[in-house]
């Protein structure tokens, strides 16, 4: 692992160590976690988990629940193992951690079904575009797993009645939508649309589903994360609910 920096989220109450280089978490870590209808006492499990930063945010919005953290990198999962130590000390719950590939998960995780599901996957399909040159980004950012996989092991880990959430790029919605119906029985989808501006296309999609759901599928109305149409200064110009999100550690009530 290269040199690494730590990182402060929510404001400071989610101190996370992430490489200088290569695949750093962010908005959409963030944004992920405050996007799990999770409640104290149930479980989460996160697939892909990096340095566990979606994973740490959601344990520190929701004090009680229980998270485990999957990730196949080794680096990766050492600084995960190494930042839930620290935030524990700093009064946050524990963060189980497990290095392992999604698709062979041991047998101790296997055992077990969790309350949500979540995961923010590599957002691009390699068979339409080139590969990056670093290779730790490329392994974060280049899907190297189909989706239909994660989807699929997300369906026999969850249980019944439990909840996916993910974030991905919007043109990936439908490759998204098509594994949830496909590969996990899952029903009653809820797309929300991430856009920079009023006006822009949006460039990411939160969805959410839920195993064996029977619900009718909601397009959502875009949630915009920057107030007037252009950047006018250095000043921070988040909306006021993505502010919330950001700093404070809110729940995104759209989903529900």
């Known amino acids: 692992m290269t040199e690494a920096r730590c990182d402060a989220f929510l404001s400071g109450r989610v101190q996370a160590w992430q490489p200088v280089t290569g ?17 104290a006492g149930e479980t989460a499990l996160e697939l892909g988990a990096g340095a566990g930063v979606a994973s740490l945010c959601l344990a520190a919005r929701v004090p ?49 079904r969790f309350t949500h599901l ?22 974060a950012m280049g899907e190297e797993t189909p989706i239909g996989i994660w989807v699929d092991v997300a369906a026999r880990r969850l249980s019944p009645g439990g909840w996916l959430t993910v974030i991905h790029r919007a043109e990936r919605l439908p490759d998204l939508l098509a594994a949830m119906v496909a590969r ?4 009653g989808a ?13 460039g990411r999609v939160i969805v959410q589903a839920r195993k064996g759901g029977r619900a009718e ?8 994360l920057h107030e007037g149409p252009v950047h ?3 000043a921070e110009d988040y909306t006021p609910e993505v502010a919330a999100i950001l700093r404070d550690g809110a729940a995104l009530t759209r989903m529900g």
Do not use: C, I, Q
Not at 76 to 99: I, K, M, S, W
């Open 184 to 187: 996990g029985g899952f029903g």
């Open 217 to 224: 599928a909601r397009l959502l109305a875009p949630m915009v």
């Open 64 to 112: 009680g629940v229980r998270v485990t953290a999957v990730e196949r990198d080794a680096s990766y999962a050492a600084l995960a193992r190494r930042n839930g130590a620290e935030n524990a000390r700093g009064g946050a719950a524990p963060l189980e951690v497990v290095e392992a590939d999604l698709a062979e998960l041991p047998e101790a995780v296997k055992a077990r």
């Open 23 to 39: 695949y750093r978490a962010g908005l959409d870590a963030v944004f992920l976690a405050s996007a799990v209808p999770a409640r």
């Open 118 to 139: 979540l995961f923010n996957p590599p957002y691009f399909d390699r068979s339409r575009g080139k590969a990056s040159p670093h290779a730790a980004r490329e392994a």
């Open 190 to 202: 809820t797309v929300l649309p991430l856009t920079g501006r009023e006006g822009r296309a949006a």
């Open 232 to 234: 006018r200064s250095d």
